[in-house]
């Protein structure tokens, strides 16, 4: 049997999805920027999906820029922030994304930028009175903190941090790849300046997502080129890749809540399965709470001499999970998610398995008789 729970890192684009692009492949063609009939058509496409996102999202379609991935969507927040709005700060964490937080430190070798690092919590939730006293120092700043951590489940208080923000006076990304269509989003309610989406975490292509940013923030934008996307992400758009963005997140949020019940059932039964199969097991972070981002589990296992290689062996038995970070699933340098929030043992192996829709109890069973086998 093949399992995959390795939904953090990627997702298996829905048969909708496919259905949605594949006319879209063979008979629109057109470049959208071309004022033709053929081109004309796909801008239409384009537009429709654009206001499809913003309806799911409460905001304006205007707010919305198509770019292809997070880790674009990421970068062009906090440069654009820091070229683009004067930021001579970034306030962020030690556990974003590397697409945060490497930016942020380019930013800082190359363009002077001041960086702050927010500390956390034994439970792995952004320090606020510590925030708050960075805040305070002032400075034109860009803070970001991302929604839900994709290694150790966390989810931050977005309209809590955002309420700071604004009241600070400095602007607010937050990177939502984890949460988005995962969880309702309003965006006219949410303090956010700057949001992520990555299409491929919910069923979707590959190689698109979009940046939501506030009306009356502008970005001159980051890759220069033709006008496209309001001049602020030059590049012929990708037709099918947006249609496909589009039509996974009608998807998700046509069922939103029986997708999370049914998620969330698979994780409370894979915990409670390796409880009682594995003694002196642990999970990391928030991902054993209902707090917690309900797609991922991360697993603290024992010591055993096979530790080391439990990615690998899993691997044979045909389950697919994580060891690292969710774009780095098999490295094994260990998480700097882990390390910096003090979840690392050495001792210890931490694995990461998370669900999605497709995922079935039957996979969940097999799962945990795997880990047994591994770990017996
Ligand atoms: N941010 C988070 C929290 C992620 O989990 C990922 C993907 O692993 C990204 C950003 C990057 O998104 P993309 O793969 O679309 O570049």
Redesign the pocket.
Known sequence: MNVYLDN???TAVAPEVVEAMVPVLQECFGNPSSSHAVGRKSRVLIEQSRRRVAKHLNCHPSCIYFT???????NLALRGAVRDLGCTRIITSEA??S??IKTAQSLERSAGTTLDLVRHLPNGKVDLEHLAALLAKGGKTIVSL?H???EVAVIQDLERIGAMCREAGALFHS?T??TMCHYAFDLEALPVDFI?C????FHGP??V?FLYIRKGVKLKGQIEGGSQERAVRGGTESTHNIVGLAAAMDLAYTDLVAHQDHVRALKAQMATGLIEAIPGVRFNGDSDSPDGLYTVLNVSFPPHPKSGMALFLLDLEGVACSGG???SSGATLGSHVLRALEFHDPQRASLRFSFGRYNTAEEVDYAIAAIRRVFA
């Open positions: 953090a890192a990627t292809s991935g997070g880790t674009e969507a990421d974003e994304h697409a945060v991302m839900a951590n994709n990177d790849v984890q992520t990555s299409a491929h975490k590959k190689g997502g970070s969710a774009c």
